[in-house]
Nanobody, 123 residues
């Protein structure tokens, strides 16, 4: 079974920093486009940042200059460095990726979500 596993969430004071990581488990061949999304209570899930396999990056305007997305294609991992955190950044953060994997003699290309990691910014 192929999964994405996030880590690094937690409680931080306003102005603080957190680093989120996303790593796959299973027989992964390659991760293509990857992204981080977040969902706050009572709100719809929104894009935070995306990065292609060629390292083309896009950010939600609300996080530009504060968050940095990166990836390691050799390790098939992605990170989200979050600085100058604000209370409005509080949400469950999800990793998403287009995954190519091999199973049962077949190559599969699917879109996968992680289980999410809670980020709480509060004094």
């Amino acid at each position: 079974q192929v999964q994405l596993v996030e880590s690094g969430g937690g409680l931080v004071q306003p102005g603080g920093s957190l680093n989120l990581s996303c790593a796959p488990s299973g027989n992964i061949i390659r991760l293509d486009d990857m992204g981080w999304y977040r969902q706050a209570p009572g709100k719809e899930r929104e894009l935070v940042a995306t990065i292609t396999s060629g390292h083309m990056i896009d950010y939600n305007d609300s996080v530009k200059g504060r968050f940095t997305i990166s990836r390691d294609n050799a390790k098939n991992t992605a990170e989200l460095q979050m600085n100058s955190l604000k209370p409005e950044d509080t949400a469950v953060y999800y990793c998403n990726a287009e995954v190519l994997y091999y199973s049962g003699g077949v190559y599969n290309n699917v879109d996968i979500w992680g289980q999410g990691t809670q980020v709480t910014v509060s004094s």
